[in-house]
């Protein structure tokens, strides 16, 4: 009589060899699955780690340290936008009002960047330069500001700054500029790399445009920069959130120190110096 076929095996196929009939034993190749049967386990070796993941009691991944920066302006209003756009991606470690604090404050934090202003009470940018860089020669600055004159951008560059870039300047762009300078770089907004450029190849007489320019005081530099552009007196003290009559205060002042007669002269005197 013929053997029955039993129930997953059909013709008999899957049968243990050597014996007709029977069935695989569980966990055998060849094997059918059971209803309800637990998959078979996979088992660690002691000690080892799982596919993926850390050895038990190591560290996790320590992140790169963020770029660490001072920012120094006289204007609190214009600091704490710089802060508010950079502070996600940078660690901004300390701020200056003045020279002087600006120098204690860069010393005592040694940031990896400066972000600079030509323009400061005290001294000015180009003092802060010089005193850090007595200490700490390899101090790295990025000179931020609101001038794109000609002696401003050559004169801190002459002082070691690694970069300069306008106010004008973007968030991303900034933070970017950042850590370029980081990195050993040196950054210029566009338009002020040819300034550069000119002043080594004679181009542009540096020091008679310094001599004329030590007469007057930072401010007066500004305002001689914004009215020679053709501001008003009104925008100029909006752009320097300074009152009218100290504006018309500071032209009277330039004119006298320049001995120039009016507007027209200042401007045309601007213009031959390329400080517009």
Known sequence: MSQPIRPGSPSGQGAAPGT????????????????????????????????GSSAPGAPPPTPAPRISVVVV??????????????????QVVGEAPDAETAIKVVLATRPDVVL??????GGGGIEVLKKVHEQNPDQRFLALSVSDAAEDVIGVIRAGARGYVTKSISGPELIA???RVADGDAVFSPRLAGFVLDAFSGAIDIASVDEDLDRL???EREVLRLIARGYAYKEVAKELFISIKTV?????SVLRKLQLSNRHQLTRWATDRRLV
């Open 20 to 51: 007709p009939g029977q069935p695989a034993m569980p966990g055998h190749p060849g094997a059918p699955s059971q209803p309800g049967a637990a998959s078979p386990r996979v088992v660690a070796t002691p000690g080892a780690p799982a596919a």
């Open 73 to 90: 302006d006289d204007h609190a209003m214009f600091r704490s936008g710089v802060k508010a756009e950079i502070g996600q991606s940078v």
């Open 116 to 121: 600079l202003d030509v323009h400061l009470p």
């Open 177 to 179: 500029a950042i850590k």
């Open 217 to 219: 005081s930072a401010r």
């Open 248 to 252: 018309e205060t500071h032209v009277s």
